[in-house]
């Protein structure tokens, strides 16, 4: 029985055609219908359909279930899976790959839920990049969290892809999903409200289903009577045909009596006309859900195959139920499936969601929809449900959905499970909550070392625990419990993890560093390393060489013996010994090698789609390239880590890192203003405070408010920065220079006195390390404190010591300023030619302000010099600059987008704009263009 459109007004249409047209114009759209329940399963898939023409657009369609909302993934996979079995491998190909797991159960490893969803993002950008799509979803008020995530994750990027997302949902006060909300009322999203069907609109359905000659009585009870709702209308024509009134004024008494709450009484009666094993079929299907295939329909309603295509074929034919070309079965509304499903007994409906549980595990389902059917099951002391219910958790961890683990482990602590496995179940839930930042993992961890048999199962469990304590910010108590596991368990592999976790705290937690005194002094450095342990401890061996300012030459010897081929390099995959023994190098001044290190690192969580990893690597390589002169490099690196600053909850220390390279970076290059001081504090209201990073962000803030006329406000917390890098133990200038930082500002004051002990206590500690670039840092420093000839000698002194290192922007920044002190001390010749080579290492590192201040004094010497060329390479954004050189080494804007964790129009539009800046009109030819203005 053909239905009127759902989207009826002229002006709705047009805004859905308008949606269509710019996705085949590759930007997409979002529209939301938000509309009452009655618009029908097909309604805003048919009007896609109808205005996106199915030959030149790719439509993919899902319905969400009341019934199924636990299925994690499953409005996603009913979107994809029918055009992933006709297209096979192709859509996986780049960073898709990371979302295979989601439609094949013998895929995949424990991955971030930022893994899947950029995974998802670039399987609808490969499909698209072969035709433009629609996606559809509708009842997205019943699509399961994971997938409302997908369509939210989606939706921030969809202005790059040719797609058009289509919502259909209840009224926002009917939408419990956060996720939901935040779809719809996102500012790109248009939100449609479509009226009930007008009265007009009903009397043509009406006069074309029932008699062309229909009363006008007879079509405005209709109207009146179902309000409008497109699903209550069909319902009640269909009972006006079975009945055969007549369509007069007459019989419009009659029609007011079947108003919409007797529409659950006309399905069933309705099914109660056909055949007997059709209300069977439908009963099963009802359990089952959307999506049912017919043999396991036919099989939960214990019906041979003949029967069972019989009862399909008068369901249909009934317009009960619809059959895609999929094969895949579904109600024609939720208010159909409602009626069918709450007619069962309670206990008849639970019955048979255990038997379709145990009929599709049997049929080799995905566990986590065998779970979806026990999760409306009462516990019955089922050791094979809670088996089965610990496969679908173990299943989400892999999907990166650790809420749904919990919600299936504390359904199997309900059945309960027999009582020599309640230990381990207990710690799969708490290692879930803890992955999802839920509280309640330290009580369940707690429980389940209570009931642990013996020590082994106990250190485990400590080690779950003791991580779960340090997220929430408790190191004390995590090193307690540590402590204890270590002295229970014997030698072996899991005391080396034990202690390794322990010992690390003191690398992390600012708290828990001084509680590690005595571990961290017993720790003797290996000649070499044949274990986890031994590169365990030369880390530690190395860090705390930096951090006693002892020689650099040792530090980095350390260091390097730590680092291995094998080591995993993501901090939230075990990489912190990498990580950490990477970061000593890069202290020890070994910039090529803690490149290469990073370089790596990077590359690993590009391969993973680990936001965390990504994140964590870039923002200390930031930090290393700062620390070159590499500073469009360092700002492309910190932004890079900084805009994941949402998708790294719980492991976002390493980000002050990225703050503390943005910040500087942007000033050398003249682009610090009250924007960059707000980023500053917007990054301070979310930041962990216990981190040991976090330093870097005070310094960064600090040495900013002082740049843009704070002063007094930008020492005082140079010096807390200071106060707290001593509280942990740390001597070193070469994590953070802040005497250097407090000595500058104090002089800007005319706090001489103070000034000048701050710069002489680095500088002695730099002496004792020896680091060329640390020493330069301190020389420099110290002759600002002084005057006339002393200034000069320790200018020329600092620019000897940074001539033998890596870091080009210091020793630009000493040539500058030891030109200038030959300026004053009338030594015009040798000043122009320290103000020349500072001008032209300042260039060469993009730091415009630098550049500027050597340009105004090689013109008080008399020297008429050549400003430098605007046109060049260091004319690129920071961004444009990262993306032109991949793109020069031969990567697609594809491969570029899937590296750097953004939209392959966002590479374009770089790409688009350093063209134009460069003068180049191909790929071809940006290496030679990069080469020339190198």
Same mark, same amino acid.
């Given at each position: 029985?053909?239905?009127?459109?759902?989207?009826?007004?002229?002006?709705?249409?047009?805004?859905?055609?308008?949606?269509?047209?710019?996705?085949?114009?590759?930007?997409?759209?979002?529209?939301?219908?938000?509309?009452?329940?009655?618009?029908?399963?097909?309604?805003?898939?048919?009007?896609?359909?109808?205005?996106?023409?199915?030959?030149?657009?790719?439509?993919?369609?899902?319905?969400?279930?009341?019934?199924?909302?636990?299925?994690?993934?499953?409005?996603?996979?009913?979107?994809?899976?029918?055009?992933?079995?006709?297209?096979?491998?192709?859509?996986?190909?780049?960073?898709?790959?990371?979302?295979?797991?989601?439609?094949?159960?013998?895929?995949?490893?424990?991955?971030?839920?930022?893994?899947?969803?950029?995974?998802?993002?670039?399987?609808?950008?490969?499909?698209?990049?072969?035709?433009?799509?629609?996606?559809?979803?509708?009842?997205?008020?019943?699509?399961?969290?994971?997938?409302?995530?997908?369509?939210?994750?989606?939706?921030?990027?969809?202005?790059?892809?040719?797609?058009?997302?289509?919502?259909?949902?209840?009224?926002?006060?009917?939408?419990?999903?956060?996720?939901?909300?935040?779809?719809?009322?996102?500012?790109?999203?248009?939100?449609?409200?479509?009226?009930?069907?007008?009265?007009?609109?009903?009397?043509?359905?009406?006069?074309?289903?029932?008699?062309?000659?229909?009363?006008?009585?007879?079509?405005?009870?209709?109207?009146?009577?179902?309000?409008?709702?497109?699903?209550?209308?069909?319902?009640?024509?269909?009972?006006?045909?079975?009945?055969?009134?007549? $369509?007069?004024? @007459?019989? =419009? /008494?009659?029609?007011?009596? #079947? !108003?919409?709450? &007797?529409?659950?009484?006309?399905? *069933? %009666? +309705?099914?109660?006309?056909?055949?007997?094993?059709?209300?069977?079929?439908?009963?099963?299907?009802?359990?089952?859900?959307?999506?049912?295939?017919?043999?396991?329909?036919?099989?939960?309603?214990?019906?041979?195959?003949?029967?069972?295509?019989?009862?399909?074929?008068?369901?249909?034919?009934?317009?009960?139920?619809?059959?895609?070309?999929?094969?895949?079965?579904?109600?024609?509304?939720?208010?159909?499936?409602?009626?069918?499903?709450?007619?069962?007994?309670?206990?008849?409906?639970?019955?048979?969601?255990?038997?379709?549980?145990?009929?599709?595990?049997?049929?080799?389902?995905?566990?986590?929809?065998?779970?979806?059917?026990?999760?409306?099951?009462?516990?019955?002391?089922?050791?094979?449900?809670?088996? $089965?219910?610990? @496969?679908? =958790? /173990?299943?989400?961890?892999? #999907? !990166?959905?650790? &809420?749904?683990?919990?919600?299936? *482990? %504390? +359904?199997?602590?309900?059945?309960?499970?027999?009582?020599?496995?309640?230990?381990?179940?207990?710690?799969?839930?708490?290692?879930?909550?803890?992955?999802?930042?839920?509280?309640?993992?330290?009580?369940?961890?707690?429980?389940?070392?209570?009931?642990?048999?013996?020590?082994?199962?106990?250190?485990?469990?400590?080690?779950?625990?003791?991580?779960?304590?340090?997220?929430?910010?408790?190191?004390?108590?995590?090193?307690?419990?540590?402590?204890?596991?270590?002295?229970?368990?014997?030698?072996?592999?899991?005391?080396?993890?034990?202690?390794?976790?322990?010992?690390?705290?003191?690398?992390?937690?600012?708290?828990?560093?001084?509680?590690?005194?005595?571990?961290?002094?017993?720790?003797?450095?290996?000649?070499?390393?044949?274990?986890?342990?031994?590169?365990?401890?030369?880390?530690?061996?190395?860090?705390?060489?930096?951090?006693?300012?002892?020689?650099?030459?040792?530090?980095?010897?350390?260091?390097?013996?730590?680092?291995?081929?094998?080591?995993?390099?993501?901090?939230?995959?075990?990489?912190?010994?990498?990580?950490?023994?990477?970061?000593?190098?890069?202290?020890?001044?070994?910039?090529?090698?803690?490149?290469?290190?990073?370089?790596?690192?990077?590359?690993?969580?590009?391969?993973?789609?680990?936001?965390?990893?990504?994140?964590?690597?870039?923002?200390?390589?930031?930090?290393?390239?700062?620390?070159?002169?590499?500073?469009?490099?360092?700002?492309?690196?910190?932004?890079?880590?900084?805009?994941?600053?949402?998708?790294?909850?719980?492991?976002?220390?390493?980000?002050?890192?990225?703050?503390?390279?943005?910040?500087?970076?942007?000033?050398?290059?003249?682009?610090?203003?009250?924007?960059?001081?707000?980023?500053?504090?917007?990054?301070?209201?979310?930041?962990?405070?216990?981190?040991?990073?976090?330093?870097?962000?005070?310094?960064?803030?600090?040495?900013?408010?002082?740049?843009?006329?704070?002063?007094?406000?930008?020492?005082?917390?140079?010096?807390?920065?200071?106060?707290?890098?001593?509280?942990?133990?740390?001597?070193?200038?070469?994590?953070?220079?802040?005497?250097?930082?407090?000595?500058?500002?104090?002089?800007?004051?005319?706090?001489?006195?103070?000034?000048?002990?701050?710069?002489?206590?680095?500088?002695?500690?730099?002496?004792?390390?020896?680091?060329?670039?640390?020493?330069?840092?301190?020389?420099?420093?110290?002759?600002?404190?002084?005057?006339?000839?002393?200034?000069?000698?320790?200018?020329?002194?600092?620019?000897?010591?940074?001539?033998?290192?890596?870091?080009?922007?210091?020793?630009?920044?000493?040539?500058?300023?030891?030109?200038?002190?030959?300026?004053?001390?009338?030594?015009?010749?040798?000043?122009?030619?320290?103000?020349?080579?500072?001008?032209?290492?300042?260039?060469?590192?993009?730091?415009?302000?630098?550049?500027?201040?050597?340009?105004?004094?090689?013109?008080?010497?008399?020297?008429?010099?050549?400003?430098?060329?605007?046109?060049?390479?260091?004319?690129?954004?920071?961004?444009?600059?990262?993306?032109?050189?991949?793109?020069?080494?031969?990567?697609?804007?594809?491969?570029?987008?899937?590296?750097?964790?953004?939209?392959?129009?966002?590479?374009?539009?770089?790409?688009?704009?350093?063209?134009?800046?460069?003068?180049?009109?191909?790929?071809?030819?940006?290496?030679?263009?990069?080469?020339?203005?190198?």
């Amino acid at each position: 029985m053909h239905a009127p459109q759902l989207l009826e007004r002229e002006e709705d249409l047009a805004e859905l055609e308008r949606a269509l047209a710019r996705a085949r114009a590759g930007t997409g759209q979002a529209i939301a219908v938000e509309g009452p329940g009655g618009i029908g399963k097909t309604s805003l898939l048919a009007a896609a359909r109808a205005h996106g023409r199915d030959a030149d657009m790719l439509v993919l369609h899902a319905r969400g279930s009341e019934l199924e909302r636990a299925f994690p993934f499953g409005v996603v996979r009913q979107l994809f899976e029918p055009t992933l079995a006709r297209t096979g491998e192709l859509p996986f190909a780049g960073a898709a790959h990371l979302a295979k797991p989601i439609f094949d159960v013998a895929e995949g490893s424990e991955e971030s839920s930022y893994a899947r969803l950029h995974g998802l993002y670039w399987l609808c950008a490969n499909l698209a990049a072969e035709q433009p799509l629609v996606v559809c979803v509708d009842d997205a008020q019943w699509a399961d969290e994971p997938s409302l995530s997908f369509l939210g994750f989606l939706l921030r990027r969809l202005e790059d892809l040719p797609v058009a997302l289509l919502v259909g949902t209840r009224p926002r006060a009917e939408q419990e999903s956060d996720v939901l909300r935040a779809l719809v009322t996102d500012p790109v999203t248009r939100v449609l409200r479509p009226t009930a069907l007008s009265g007009d609109a009903v009397r043509e359905w009406v006069r074309g289903a029932v008699d062309g000659q229909a009363a006008d009585g007879f079509c405005r009870a209709c109207h009146e009577t179902t309000g409008g709702n497109p699903f209550l209308v069909r319902e009640l024509l269909h009972e006006v045909v079975h009945k055969r009134l007549k $369509a007069t004024d @007459a019989e =419009a /008494a009659t029609v007011r009596a #079947l !108003g919409p709450e &007797a529409i659950s009484t006309v399905v *069933l %009666q +309705r099914l109660k006309r056909l055949p007997s094993s059709a209300p069977a079929m439908a009963q099963a299907i009802a359990i089952l859900g959307e999506g049912a295939r017919p043999t396991t329909a036919a099989q939960l309603a214990e019906l041979d195959p003949i029967t069972a295509e019989q009862a399909l074929d008068a369901l249909c034919r009934a317009d009960v139920l619809t059959r895609d070309e999929d094969d895949r079965l579904g109600f024609v509304h939720p208010i159909v499936l409602s009626a069918i499903y709450h007619d069962l007994p309670v206990h008849v409906r639970a019955q048979g969601h255990h038997r379709a549980a145990r009929l599709l595990a049997d049929r080799g389902a995905a566990p986590e929809e065998v779970a979806s059917h026990l999760a409306l099951t009462p516990p019955r002391e089922d050791a094979w449900a809670a088996e $089965a219910l610990r @496969a679908a =958790a /173990a299943r989400a961890l892999v #999907l !990166g959905d650790p &809420a749904t683990a919990v919600a299936s *482990l %504390q +359904r199997a602590l309900e059945e309960p499970p027999p009582p020599e496995a309640r230990a381990a179940v207990l710690t799969e839930l708490a290692r879930a909550e803890a992955q999802s930042g839920r509280p309640a993992a330290v009580e369940h961890f707690r429980a389940a070392m209570e009931l642990a048999s013996d020590a082994q199962q106990r250190g485990q469990i400590a080690l779950g625990l003791a991580r779960a304590l340090k997220f929430r910010g408790d190191s004390p108590d995590a090193i307690e419990v540590l402590r204890h596991a270590l002295a229970e368990v014997e030698p072996g592999p899991l005391a080396e993890e034990l202690e390794l976790e322990l010992v690390a705290s003191a690398y992390i937690s600012l708290a828990a560093r001084p509680l590690l005194a005595e571990e961290i002094a017993r720790i003797e450095a290996p000649d070499a390393p044949h274990t986890v342990l031994d590169r365990l401890h030369l880390m530690a061996s190395a860090f705390e060489t930096v951090i006693a300012a002892g020689p650099y030459e040792r530090s980095a010897e350390l260091a390097r013996l730590a680092l291995g081929p094998e080591q995993p390099t993501d901090v939230s995959a075990g990489g912190h010994v990498f990580i950490t023994a990477t970061t000593a190098l890069m202290f020890s001044e070994r910039y090529d090698e803690a490149e290469r290190a990073y370089d790596r690192a990077v590359s690993d969580a590009r391969r993973r789609g680990s936001s965390v990893g990504f994140a964590n690597a870039s923002s200390l390589r930031s930090l290393l390239h700062y620390r070159r002169g590499n500073l469009s490099e360092a700002e492309a690196d910190a932004t890079a880590a900084l805009d994941l600053r949402n998708d790294v909850q719980g492991s976002q220390g390493y980000l002050a890192c990225a703050l503390n390279a943005l910040v500087f970076a942007r000033l050398e290059r003249g682009e610090a203003d009250q924007e960059l001081l707000a980023l500053a504090e917007d990054f301070f209201a979310n930041q962990p405070t216990e981190d040991l990073p976090y330093s870097q962000a005070i310094h960064a803030r600090g040495w900013l408010k002082a740049r843009l006329g704070d002063a007094e406000g930008g020492l005082e917390e140079l010096l807390a920065c200071g106060e707290r890098e001593q509280r942990w133990g740390v001597g070193t200038p070469q994590i953070i220079a802040w005497r250097s930082s407090a000595a500058e500002v104090c002089l800007t004051l005319g706090r001489l006195e103070e000034g000048r002990a701050l710069a002489a206590e680095e500088l002695r500690l730099a002496r004792q390390i020896g680091a060329p670039r640390a020493i330069g840092v301190g020389l420099r420093v110290a002759a600002l404190a002084e005057a006339g000839e002393r200034r000069v000698e320790l200018l020329a002194e600092a620019v000897e010591a940074l001539e033998r290192s890596e870091a080009a922007l210091e020793l630009a920044r000493a040539q500058i300023d030891l030109g200038r002190a030959l300026v004053r001390a009338g030594r015009r010749e040798p000043a122009r030619e320290r103000l020349r080579a500072g001008q032209e290492g300042a260039f060469r590192c993009g730091a415009s302000l630098l550049v500027e201040r050597a340009h105004r004094e090689l013109l008080a010497t008399g020297a008429r010099p050549r400003r430098n060329a605007a046109a060049s390479r260091d004319e690129l954004t920071p961004s444009e600059r990262r993306v032109t050189q991949m793109a020069a080494e031969g990567l697609t804007n594809r491969e570029i987008a899937q590296s750097l964790f953004v939209t392959e129009k966002t590479v374009e539009t770089h790409l688009g704009r350093a063209f134009v800046k460069l003068g180049v009109r191909s790929r071809k030819q940006l290496a030679d263009a990069l080469a020339d203005v190198a």
